[in-house]
Nanobody, 121 residues
Framework: QVQLVESGGGSVQGGESLRLSCVAS????????MGWFRQAPGKEREEVAL????????NYAASMKGRFTISQDKAKNTVYLHLTALGPEDTAVYYC??????????????WGQGTQVTVSS
């Protein structure tokens, strides 16, 4: 089992930045991929960014590439999501997830509780 705990969310003004953190515990050696997802009110959950933990290879949703950056600190079993140039459309609950197999959305078996990001204009 893998446990994930996110932090770093909050309320910010448009144009500001935030850094979200996700600490993994448990069978972390089994993790092949970490991802960040978000769900806005009344909308479906969407993928934000993925990272292969062994190679560091990353993939971003097209609408967020260039503004958001996923990174990791293996020594701390922590994955980060740096959000910049935030706008009201980025308001959502952001979730961290882990996959022990493929780095695709359907493979993420472990999820954190989510952290709220609210952006005002």
């Amino acid at each position: 089992q893998v446990q994930l705990v996110e932090s770093g969310g909050g309320s910010v003004q448009g144009g500001e930045s935030l850094r979200l953190s996700c600490v993994a515990s448990g069978y972390t050696y089994s993790i092949e991929c970490m991802g960040w997802f978000r769900q806005a009110p009344g909308k479906e959950r969407e993928e934000v960014a993925l990272m292969y933990t062994q190679t560091g290879f990353t993939n971003y949703a097209a609408s967020m590439k260039g503004r958001f950056t996923i990174s990791q600190d293996k020594a701390k079993n922590t994955v980060y999501l740096h959000l910049t140039a935030l706008g009201p459309e980025d308001t959502a609950v952001y979730y961290c997830a882990a996959a022990t197999t493929l780095c695709v959305t359907r493979s993420f078996a472990y999820w954190g509780q989510g952290t709220q990001v609210t952006v005002s204009s």
